[in-house]
T-cell receptor
């Protein structure tokens, strides 16, 4: 099946810094989803993207649907301590529409 | 609208036992999916149910099974538990058939520990 590759696997940043992470696939996705998961909780949907080239914001978060339809990017501006967690990209497989996930980017914020 | 709910939140079982987990989707969502999350493997898709029928299935052994009821509530069952089944089991629902049909929402998960 299709696979989603996220990078980096983990990030250590200072509070106030901007963050960028991405998700790539060898095949096309028609929808890109970004989730955040806090320890011991289920993932929470942050942003959904539906069109190639689309740029969508949710507060300090901005995500983009890559024009090749094989990648997506998530940026967080002016990070704060509550941004700590694991960020996942996801999307529906072309063949059977089930939602698959990347392995996540773990964000750490240094005091 | 209430979110996705899962019960129980925590469960401890021993090898060889079986377990049943329950999930209630967001009102109006008729699709329910189950995922297994472990530190090394991330979120692995188990299966998806829609209108009481299994719509998709992941690559898990037959010990993992599920069902969906007419009110869209779903259960998953794991028989003959193994140590490697210890994981966070997540349930998610989405509004299949709507313009936002791929927007999947998760419950808090059931943490299963197999001793």
């Amino acid at each position: 099946g299709q696979q989603l590759n996220q990078s980096p696997q983990s990030m250590f940043i200072q509070e106030g810094e901007d963050v960028s992470m991405n998700c790539t696939s060898s095949s096309i996705f028609n929808t890109w989803l970004w989730y955040k998961q806090d320890p011991g909780e289920g993932p929470v949907l942050l942003i959904a993207l539906y069109k190639a080239g689309e740029l969508t914001s949710n507060g300090r978060l901005t995500a983009q649907f890559g024009i090749t339809r094989k990648d997506s990017f998530l940026n967080i501006s002016a990070s704060i301590p509550s941004d700590v967690g694991i960020y996942f990209c996801a999307g529906p497989e072309y063949r059977d529409d089930k939602i698959i996930f990347g392995k996540g980017t773990r964000l750490h914020i240094l005091p | 609208k209430a979110g996705v709910t899962q019960t129980p939140r925590y469960l401890i079982k021993t090898r060889g036992q079986q377990v049943t987990l329950s999930c209630s989707p967001i009102s109006g969502h008729r699709s329910v999916s189950w995922y297994q999350q472990t530190p090394g493997q991330g979120l692995q898709f188990l299966f998806e149910y829609f209108s009481e029928t299994q719509r998709n299935k992941g690559n898990f052994p037959g010990r993992f099974s599920g069902r969906q009821f007419s009110n869209s509530r779903s259960e998953m069952n794991v028989s003959t538990l193994e140590l490697g089944d210890s994981a966070l089991y997540l349930c998610a629902s989405r509004p299949l058939g709507s313009p936002t049909q791929n927007e999947q929402f998760f419950g808090p998960g059931t943490r299963l520990t197999v001793l």
